[in-house]
């Protein structure tokens, strides 16, 4: 294949340069430290804390596990509220916690949970909510804050997509009682696989720190039925080497969404996500919507950009309620969620990351304003 049609991903993880990893590699041969909390864990806890602006992060081998830890750490008993778009993690782990998912529909317009319509699925046994920051774009957290409080309910967010994201200034992982985060290579932030929960003070994050140890108290003592959630040494270092780095990918990342935005302007029946300048974003996926008038379906421009060697996905599809082990929840009915069936139907999102070229941004977008013209 020719540079011209090699595939072209929706991601790509952001490789800092290799010489400053091994460099990390070689202090962890010198310490002989692999993992269980060692230094290099200790350094990224704290410059993540610092670099995202939150009281306490806590790490982890993945996002999956510390969504369940997450979870778990607030003894929760009953039904969660939570949206049916998203990465199949955000259902599994509230499941995995013997807890019920109950789907409220996502906002006309928006891909995140409708707040306004979170009361309404409040029973005698929800004890929870679990929204998505869906793509990096910030919840209605005011709202589902005061919802939350006027039923006393736990919030925790997934926030998966959101490294790095500010409103008015402030970190929104600062919101609800525990926001969650995923490091793995296709996130924005990546240390190959992992995650983190951010918390709100140093007693939470101790027991969670816990929690992610099998549950070990001490020598003597097990507390609890934990699981082991511990990142190691390697994937430390790499989020270390990474975290300088980063600030120079998001931009990135932004300029190319600004190209998308120019490129694909006026073109009839493609929806672009929506900017807001009060929201300092992570550029972490370009989601558009495609839809009447467009000449061809969804499916048919997926299909038409797989041809042509552009790995578009169709993020979030199916939705989590349309899953065989999820559909027959009462909440999971299509009735319930036009917004989020609609949505699924119609998303795609193109491909984004740092080193992706002008070029590339061209070819991909010539495809989408003239797809009669390719096979
Ligand atoms: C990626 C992702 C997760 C899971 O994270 P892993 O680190 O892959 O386990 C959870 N929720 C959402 C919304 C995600 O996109």
Same mark, same amino acid.
């Not at 350094?43 to 830890?69: I, K, P, S, W, Y």
């Not at 019920?100 to 906002?107: G, H, T, Y």
């Not at 992982?173 to 951010?198: C, M, Q, R, Y």
């Not at 899953?323 to 027959?328: C, D, F, H, I, T």
């Given at each position: ?100 998912? &109950? @789907?409220?529909?996502? #906002?006309? *317009? ?7 319509? +979170?009361? $309404?699925? !409040? ?64 996130? &924005? @932030?990546?240390?190959? #696989?992992? *995650? ?7 007693? +939470?994050? $101790?027991? !969670? ?167």
């Amino acid at each position: 294949m020719s540079a011209s049609n090699r595939p072209i991903y929706v991601t790509r993880p952001h490789l800092p340069p290799l010489k400053e990893f091994v460099d990390h590699l070689e202090r962890i041969w010198a310490s002989g430290v692999l993992t269980n909390r060692g230094p290099m864990h200790r350094q990224l806890e704290d410059e993540l804390a610092r670099h995202l602006g939150v009281g306490h992060v806590a790490l982890f081998n993945n996002g999956m596990q510390a969504l369940v830890t997450a979870l778990q750490a607030l003894e929760l008993k009953g039904e969660v509220i939570t949206t049916p778009y998203s990465f199949v993690a955000t259902t599994h782990a509230i499941v995995w916690n013997d807890l019920v998912p &109950v @789907f409220v529909d996502v #906002e006309p *317009g928006g891909f995140n949970i409708d707040a306004g319509r +979170i009361a $309404a699925a !409040i029973t005698e046994r929800t004890c929870a909510i679990m929204p998505v920051h869906c793509y990096g774009w910030p919840c209605d957290v005011e709202r589902i804050a005061a919802t939350a409080q006027r039923f006393g309910l736990k919030v925790i967010y997934d926030s998966a997509h959101a490294f790095g994201v500010r409103i008015g200034g402030r970190s929104v992982l600062e919101h609800g009682d525990l926001s969650v985060l995923s490091f793995h290579a296709t996130k &924005v @932030f990546n240390t190959f #696989e992992g *995650g983190a929960i951010v918390c709100p003070n140093a007693e +939470i994050k $101790a027991r !969670i720190d816990r929690l992610k140890n099998f549950g070990i108290r001490d020598e003597d003592h097990i507390e609890a039925v934990g699981l082991n959630g511990k990142m190691n040494e390697v994937q430390a270092a790499f989020g270390l080497v990474q975290l300088r780095h980063i600030d120079a990918a998001i931009e990135r990342r932004g300029t190319v969404c600004e190209r998308y935005r120019e490129l694909l302007a006026g073109t009839a029946g493609i929806e672009l996500p929506r900017s807001d300048r009060s929201v300092q974003w992570n550029h972490a996926y370009f989601p558009v919507r495609v839809r009447e008038p467009y000449p061809i379906s969804r499916d048919a421009l997926y299909e038409r950009l797989h041809n042509n060697g552009i790995i578009a996905r169709k993020y979030f599809y199916p939705l989590l309620s349309e899953l065989p082990m999820y559909r027959n929840l009462p909440s999971a009915a299509p009735a319930n969620l036009p917004n989020a069936t609609r949505l699924a139907r119609e998303v795609l999102c193109l491909p984004l990351y740092p080193e992706l070229t002008e070029a590339d941004v061209e070819r991909i977008v010539g495809i989408i304003r003239v797809p009669e013209r390719f096979p």
